[in-house]
Structure formats: structure tokens, C-alpha cells
């Protein structure tokens, strides 16, 4: 039945987002462009002559790639799940999603699939065969490895979206909390080995923005340190948090406001 459900709202905002194709179009190259700008920082790097030691560019383009993937995937899915909460909290209205027969998470979920995201995705699959044409898979391992990486990636980026969304809860004013998370997210898109110490250890075990794009890029490339493998559990319970935390805060709710 929930999956009857999720079918018919994908397919509800896909129909409404194909009734207006250019305005659909449109959304997704402005989405890819704005997403995408900081791939220029990279080129320009690689064409004045300077690199990231130790890491060609076609390398640096895959851990990009994954990255980018694993963001519009979250995108798609999760992103539009806090300015929905918010709007239904400010208005004191998030009663109309209690009143729904289902999990008001999964109703959220379900009822806000972003389709403007799509050309994040498709822009992600295009760098991502890019790359992996010039670098090739070290082995089948290899794929393996990055699979269940790019999945505790993708894990990490739910954790972070549930997070945010369930802070409207009891904090309305949290609309630049986005922009934070960028901010945080900015280290995954490159390599972690170029940091200092103290960011390669935030970026590994404490906030593992280095999971969404350098460990699965790292796998693939045969460069992995099979200890990583740990993190993988790490990244699915802050997953599992951030939605335990959201059902947590709607049994907080009191009405406008929070």
C-alpha cells in the first residue's frame, strides 16, 4: 500500500511538472548550473598548471561526480521535506498532515518529490561517466566497495536533511540552516587527503561529508583503506537518527510557531 502510494505522488508531480515543460526545463538547468559552479574552481585550477597533490583531474572530476549524484538524489527525494515542514509549522497547519491515515514523514516525503532536481542528477551521471571513462574501475571489488559507500553516503545526506527539518520543530527561524549545511558540505567535494588533520578527522568519523564523494570516488580508484569499511555503520545510524529525531519533534508539536 505505501508503495502504491509513493507511486501515484511521484507520478502526480511528475504529470504536474510535464503540464509546463519549459517552466520544468528551466528549473533543472538553473538547479545544475547553480550546483555546479564550484566544478569551474576545479578546471581553472587544472588549467593554470596547479593540481590537488596527488590527484589528477579526471580523479578529482570522479569524487565531483559522486558527490553531485548522491546530492541530487537527496535533493529529489528529502530536500523539499523542510520548507514543507516549516510552512506547515509557521502557519499552524502541520495538523492537516497528523489528520493523514499515514506517517506524517512518509506523507511529506511522498508529496513533495523533487522534480527541478533532476538536472543535478542528470549533470552527476554525465560527470560521472566522464570520469570514470578517463580512470576506469580498479576491479570488481572495487565497484563493490563503492556501492555500499556511495549508499552510506547517500545515508549521511538523508541523516543531514532529516536533521534540518526536524529543527523547525522548536526552531522556526532556521531557513539559513541550508546554507550552514553547504558550507559543511563544501569539503566533501574534494579530496580529504588535502586537508590538515583536524578536518580529515571531522571530515572522516565526526561529520562524514567525506563519505558522500571522496571514499566511493577512492574505492572505485582502488585507493581505499579497507578500515573505512567501518564508518558504513556509522553513517546509517546518524541516518536512522535523523529520522527518529523527526518523529520525535512531531510528538512535540504544540501549534503555530512550534
Known amino acids: 500500500m505505501i508503495i502504491n502510494i509513493y507511486k501515484t505522488c511521484v507520478a502526480t508531480a511528475m504529470s504536474r511538472a510535464l503540464s509546463y515543460r519549459l517552466n520544468f526545463v528551466l528549473s533543472m538547468l538553473i538547479t545544475l548550473c547553480f550546483n555546479l559552479f564550484f566544478l569551474l574552481t576545479t578546471i581553472l585550477i587544472y588549467n593554470s598548471g596547479a593540481s590537488f597533490p596527488g590527484w589528477g583531474f579526471y580523479e578529482v572530476l570522479l569524487i565531483q561526480s559522486i558527490f553531485t549524484l548522491s546530492l541530487a538524489l537527496a535533493y529529489v527525494l528529502f530536500s523539499n521535506v523542510l520548507w514543507s515542514t516549516m510552512q506547515y509549522i509557521r502557519e499552524g497547519s502541520f495538523e492537516v498532515v497528523l489528520l493523514r491515515p499515514v506517517n506524517p514523514l512518509f506523507f511529506l516525503i511522498a508529496t513533495?518529490?523533487?522534480?527541478?532536481?533532476?538536472?543535478?542528477?542528470?549533470?552527476?551521471?554525465?560527470?560521472?561517466?566522464?570520469?570514470?571513462?578517463?580512470?576506469?574501475?580498479?576491479?570488481?571489488?572495487?565497484?563493490?566497495?563503492?556501492?555500499?559507500?556511495?549508499?552510506?553516503?547517500?545515508?549521511?545526506?538523508?541523516?543531514?536533511?532529516?536533521?534540518?527539518?526536524?529543527?523547525?520543530?522548536?526552531?522556526?527561524?532556521?531557513?539559513?540552516?541550508?546554507?550552514?549545511?553547504?558550507?559543511?558540505?563544501?569539503?566533501?567535494?574534494?579530496?580529504?587527503?588535502?586537508?590538515?588533520?583536524?578536518?580529515?578527522?571531522?571530515?572522516?568519523?565526526?561529520?562524514?561529508?567525506?563519505?558522500?564523494?571522496?571514499?566511493?570516488?577512492?574505492?572505485l580508484l582502488g585507493r581505499l583503506n579497507p578500515m573505512v569499511l567501518i564508518s558504513v555503520f556509522p553513517c546509517i545510524l546518524f541516518m536512522l537518527f535523523g529520522i527518529w529525531l523527526y518523529h520525535y519533534m512531531v510528538k512535540l508539536y504544540e501549534g503555530v510557531g512550534g
Open 112 to 219: 513533495n518529490f523533487d522534480t527541478g532536481s533532476f538536472g543535478l542528477l542528470i549533470g552527476g551521471g554525465a560527470m560521472f561517466g566522464i570520469a570514470i571513462a578517463h580512470t576506469g574501475v580498479a576491479s570488481l571489488a572495487a565497484l563493490a566497495q563503492f556501492f555500499l559507500l556511495f549508499v552510506a553516503g547517500f545515508a549521511v545526506m538523508t541523516g543531514f536533511q532529516m536533521i534540518m527539518a526536524a529543527t523547525s520543530f522548536k526552531w522556526v527561524g532556521n531557513s539559513r540552516l541550508p546554507d550552514i549545511l553547504d558550507s559543511i558540505l563544501s569539503f566533501g567535494k574534494y579530496p580529504v587527503s588535502i586537508f590538515p588533520q583536524a578536518i580529515k578527522t571531522l571530515a572522516s568519523y565526526i561529520i562524514p561529508v567525506g563519505m558522500i564523494g571522496f571514499y566511493p570516488a577512492s574505492a
